[in-house]
């Protein structure tokens, strides 16, 4: 029988963990501020959760690095793996996120842009470090296509068949 475990997703927007409600909404403004990310990570933790994730939801679409400092604070106040995603874009970005105490880096719409960056990744810091996150949306009756740019914009890929893609180039998990 598989272990249940609880993994905790946070959505950042500004600095803030937001209530997941769609990530187009960030852009108008409507999502809802629900506190700040070290407090939230330091009570899952608290309440044994078995990882936490974050997700900056805006980062990619406007060009940002993602919060290095925020997951440097977690990491320093907490004792669970984390997996990081939003924003980055290389190998260096992959690096420092790992220096401020990530476990595991997260990417999507650098994945798709140069998929060679999942196996540049994994053959640096090994495939267990590679997550990559698929946004998928229904485009029809039987089909799910890969969306990027914080679910904005529309790939054209075929979700299952990039799904295979990444795993193939190196990527250790997919979410």
């Known amino acids: 029988m598989l272990a249940v ?6 959505d950042v927007h ?3 963990v937001t209530r997941g409600i769609q990530f187009g909404k960030a852009e108008s403004g409507e999502l809802k501020n629900v506190g700040d990310p070290v407090e939230m990570a330091i009570r ?11 997700y900056d939801i805006t980062a990619s679409a406007h060009g940002r690095a993602t919060m290095v400092d925020v997951i440097r ?5 907490c004792f669970m793996p984390l997996t990081v995603g939003g924003g980055v874009r290389t190998v260096e970005d ?5 220096k401020a105490g990530a476990d595991k880096t997260s990417i999507n719409s ?8 999942i196996r540049q990744g994994a053959e640096k810091f090994g495939s267990q470090c590679i997550v990559v996150s698929i946004d998928a ?3 029809g009756p039987e089909s799910w296509e890969v969306f990027v740019q914080g679910g904005r914009k529309n790939t054209g890929l075929n979700a299952i068949e990039w799904a295979h893609r990444a795993v193939e180039l190196g990527a250790g998990e997919i979410v």
């Not at 475990?5 to 946070?10: A, Y």
């Not at 899952?44 to 974050?54: I, L, P, S």
């Not at 992959?94 to 790992?98: K, T």
């Not at 650098?110 to 960056?117: F, K």
């Open 110 to 117: 650098s994945a798709v842009s140069n998929p060679d960056l």
């Open 44 to 54: 899952y933790d608290a309440q044994g959760a078995d990882e936490m994730v974050f």
């Open 14 to 16: 500004a600095g803030n």
């Open 137 to 139: 949306k229904r485009t």
């Open 5 to 10: 475990r609880v993994i905790p997703c946070l």
């Open 73 to 77: 604070r977690v990491a320093e106040r």
């Open 94 to 98: 992959m690096r420092e996120l790992l």
